[in-house]
């Protein structure tokens, strides 16, 4: 699966967590491996622009999404025989999403993911314009993070594991990244 992200928002993120949370929601969502995603992060005025001229509607949003034309959209890419696709772009603004963050009370990087899965979402035709709707996006949208979240949280903790063992490994001398000092003599 192929995901590109560029941050034009002047807003240091760490862009390999928006990636994962991309990766885990087409992942969730059976999308083949072989599509393709873009995601952007831009400035609060490009975000306005992008809105007011896409959306009709004044002032940054948070999110958004944008299909590829190619995209067939009466076959949701997580349906059965799903096989490569270009899927668009998602287009993130952190400025937005801190602000966002500081009144839901999480961080910004929680808010991003959230976002992240959101947009991805909307890439395979899911849509919250009607209550149904709604339902079924944002369950599925708060199913995938929690999952995400306790995948993140076991794959720190393993890390720390590892390094903790690492750090014991070393203290006896039993590091397997250096060779091993004295010791008996080879045998002749």
């Given at each position: 699966?192929?995901?590109e992200?560029a941050?034009?928002?002047?807003?240091a993120v760490?862009?390999a967590?928006?990636?994962?949370?991309?990766r885990?929601a087409?992942?969730k969502?059976?999308v083949s491996q072989?599509?393709?995603?873009s995601?952007?992060?831009v400035?609060?005025d490009?975000m306005a622009?992008?809105?007011?001229r896409?959306?009709?509607?004044?002032?940054?949003?948070?999110?958004?999404?944008f299909?590829?034309?190619?995209?067939?959209s009466?076959r949701?890419p997580?349906?059965?025989?799903a096989?490569p696709?270009l899927?668009?772009d998602?287009v993130l603004c952190?400025?937005?999403a801190?602000d966002?963050?500081r009144k839901?009370?999480?961080?910004m990087?929680?808010?991003?993911h959230?976002l992240?899965?959101?947009?991805?979402l909307?890439?395979?035709?899911?849509?919250?314009?009607?209550?149904?709707?709604e339902?079924?996006?944002f369950g599925?949208q708060n199913r995938i993070?929690a999952?995400?979240r306790?995948a993140?949280?076991?794959?720190?903790?393993a890390?720390?594991?590892?390094?903790?063992d690492?750090?014991?490994?070393?203290?006896?001398?039993l590091?397997?990244s250096?060779?091993?000092q004295?010791?008996p003599?080879?045998?002749?």
């Amino acid at each position: 699966m192929s995901i590109e992200i560029a941050n034009e928002s002047g807003v240091a993120v760490p862009e390999a967590t928006i990636v994962s949370a991309a990766r885990f929601a087409l992942d969730k969502m059976s999308v083949s491996q072989l599509a393709e995603l873009s995601i952007v992060l831009v400035e609060l005025d490009v975000m306005a622009d992008l809105h007011e001229r896409w959306m009709d509607l004044p002032g940054p949003t948070d999110v958004m999404s944008f299909p590829m034309d190619e995209y067939d959209s009466a076959r949701r890419p997580d349906s059965a025989g799903a096989g490569p696709a270009l899927l668009g772009d998602i287009v993130l603004c952190p400025a937005f999403a801190r602000d966002q963050a500081r009144k839901a009370g999480h961080s910004m990087l929680d808010e991003l993911h959230l976002l992240t899965v959101h947009g991805v979402l909307h890439l395979l035709g899911y849509d919250h314009a009607e209550p149904e709707e709604e339902r079924e996006m944002f369950g599925l949208q708060n199913r995938i993070l929690a999952e995400f979240r306790e995948a993140r949280a076991e794959a720190e903790r393993a890390e720390a594991q590892r390094s903790a063992d690492d750090r014991v490994l070393g203290a006896v001398g039993l590091d397997e990244s250096e060779p091993p000092q004295g010791g008996p003599a080879p045998a002749n």
